[in-house]
């Protein structure tokens, strides 16, 4: 048996994409389709490897509009499937998550931020993306989006990612960046045992009873595999609840309230953060993804120099976790947002807490934000 494959804890040294690999592969995919792209390469060619020791399936696609296309269908015959890419790859696969959106198929899409727009530079971090992953496809839709700031982390979500997909019938991106896909820290992987993993509910109905798209209570209906002897339908047009193609209004806001609805009631399984210091605080700085870590570092060094600084780090991006961010800086008149783009999530921040409380720290150039950029902007 090797490491890999241990059934006790291990660890080791892993980068950023390896353990996004290796957490699909403990969170139990099976079902891998990608294109190469750079900075997330790496997580087809370790699952390319790996997949077929846990007797999953790995195929590489032609494109990212066939790759989302691809783990659509796998999820539809009852495999965890994953696909990854970067910002370019992401804005092909919107069609497709828009379907997944639509037809309730989980499946989770990483997307490993790198500079952009177009082709921009292939090697250098960002966080461009966040808006993208909210609102890149068309129409309206909830989706989930997370973010890790370490390589353990990275572990932990992309489980987190396909546990989430399971449970609520959506699509999740994982969002990482370069720099978190590339560099490298010791891990300590928990044993399988010690690893939650969520499958998707199934019905225990006859099939002529099934309704794959059923208002139930828990507002999830149970999706069952095709290949098991329940027919039923699946289209990106808006649908009754056996799937057939309707225009009806009292089927289609129904559908619509459900699918928003099973998000919003689980506000407090999805939202993930970290908060520290806040009850003391006099400034707040929240941040995400690899900027979270030079935030972090600025929150301790202003705390020596005698400051009160709270830090708020999210892992959910969205739904954007808007009442813990009002709580958080109710009483504050200083709150400040690093991220490596323009203010993506800093505008969600103002919608809450109001824009003159919101101080910005940017950079969208391809470098990361520096600690001290962050301790100039509580000095402002």
Known sequence: MTAKQTSKPSTRLMQGDEACAEGAIAAGCRFFAGYPITPATEIAEVLSRRLPQVGGKFIQMEDEISSAAAIIGASVGGAKSMTATSGPGLSLMQENIGYAAMTEIPCVIVDVQRLGPSTGRPTAPSQGDVMQARWGSHGDYPIIALS??????????????FNLSERYRTPVILLMDEVIGHMRERVDIPAPDDIECIDRAST??????????????????????????????????????????????????????????????????????????????????????VTARSARYAVEQARARGRKVGYLKLKTIWPFAKEIVEHAAARLHRVIVPEMNRGQVALEVERVVGRHKVRRVTRADGEMIKPVDILAAMEV
């Open 148 to 161: 890790p700031s370490s390589i353990r982390e990275t572990f932990d979500l992309t489980i987190k990612a």
């Open 204 to 289: 225990t109905v006859p099939p002529e009873w099934y309704k794959p798209y059923e208002n139930f209570p828990a507002d999830v209906p149970p999706l069952v595999p095709f290949g098991e002897g329940y027919r039923y339908h699946i289209t990106g047009l808006h649908h009754d609840e056996r799937g057939y193609p309707t225009n009806r209004l009292d089927e289609v806001q129904p559908w619509l309230d459900r699918i928003f609805r099973k998000i919003d009631t689980g506000l407090s399984d999805i939202l993930l953060y970290e908060a520290d210091g806040i009850r003391e605080a006099e400034i707040l700085v929240i941040a995400y993804g």
